[in-house]
């Protein structure tokens, strides 16, 4: 291979920068990108095995990509797989073995798998050359696969994966797997903080605060492909603020049972209470040991300040819960437009659409209709209103995260 070297310097880097991400979908998606461009590859998937199936994580395609506006992202569908040995990404993931297909449409009739064309039917696509490597944890578990589609010579001919192909990738999913079993932890430990604070009702589980961290992220990407804020700058905001928005609401376990599950309206003296959850929970990050600290510090306390200055805390000491600047009525002044930060802002939109979209203890769940009726109208007063423009133009990916992180998975 005529890039050997370049190849390796690349994967030795890649090991570096893997280690410090630590979102897992994030990671994920990393892989994928290295690997398809590494073999010059036009499509790919990451699968992983949830239980018994295999779910897909993400899927890339350079040539539907092509047709999409700039800054629009795929929109894919997520289904599952039984792990058998029937399909191809099944077979892989039932016996590990590294499959290389140089055309999916001339699998030999004896081989134990076949290629299914309703997914490039559905697609619009003509899948050929297909290499699958396993990613195979230290015990020698399978817990997932990546699928690179079409490689392409430099004329953008369809070539077939050679041996040195999987060679490279092998070893780059070996490096990848030994990251994502760390970054799977590091997540693991969030979510048991975050299940702490958020499964003290029963009936809650951790969906909201993945639900919210992913609307979240999709608003952030939108902004700053709007503002052309690097790649690399990108990469390592959404990570963080993926993990911080999860956290939003931690200050809730600080918050008594009477008040938090309470199932009706809240009186005045239970409001203020519950407003504490904002810097009660900012407290937990105060060493600011981090930029992870910094911004779930601004998210915790900021994501219930309003767009016109008439939300809360406002400007107030975080240790002592005390105003700094005060309004006319004597109560901490609100903090009001850009004073908000960034993170604040978008947590507070996603925050609210998923309340109304959901059961609480105190409400129903709203209809899809009124819940967006609801955000245009809080827009400018509650809310960013450019924020708000930019949550309707990523809605089709808030919904797929929406049915992701539905209700009745856990
Ligand atoms: P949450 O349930 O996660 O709600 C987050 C935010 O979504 C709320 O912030 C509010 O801005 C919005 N929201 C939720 N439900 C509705 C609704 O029916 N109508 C409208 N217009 N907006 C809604 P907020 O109000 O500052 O409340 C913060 C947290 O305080 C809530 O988090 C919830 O845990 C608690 N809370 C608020 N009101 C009540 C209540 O009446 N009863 C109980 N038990 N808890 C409440
Ligand atoms: C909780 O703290 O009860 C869950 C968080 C939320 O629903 O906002
Ligand atoms: C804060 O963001 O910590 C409160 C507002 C301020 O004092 O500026
Ligand atoms: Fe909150
Ligand atoms: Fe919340």
Redesign the pocket.
Known sequence: MENNSENIKRILQLECEFNRIQDVDILLERILTEARNMLNADAGSIYIVEGDKLEIKFSQNETKQKELPPGQKLIYSIFKININKKTISGYVAATGEIVNIPDVYTIPADAPYHYDPSYDKLAGYKTGSMLSIPLTSSTGKTIGLIQIINKKDAKGKIISFTKDDELLVMHFANNATVALQRAQMTRAIILRMIKMSALRDPKETGM?VNRVAGYAVEIYERYANKYKITEKDVQKNRDILRMAAMLH?VG?IA?SDT????????NKV??DT??G?TYLGARLFIDKQSEFDEIATQIALTH?EKWNGQ??PGHININTGKAKKKDKHGNAKGLKGQEIPLWGRIV?IA??Y???S?K????EK?EQDRVLE?IKT?SGS?FDPELVTIFFEVLPHIKQISDRYAEEKE
């Open positions: 909201h609401d809730k918050i008040i938090l599950k309470k199932p009706g309206k809240l239970e409001f519950m407003k959850h219930h939300g809360y507070a925050d609210v998923d309340a109304l959901s609480r203890v105190y409400k709203w609801e809080l509650s």
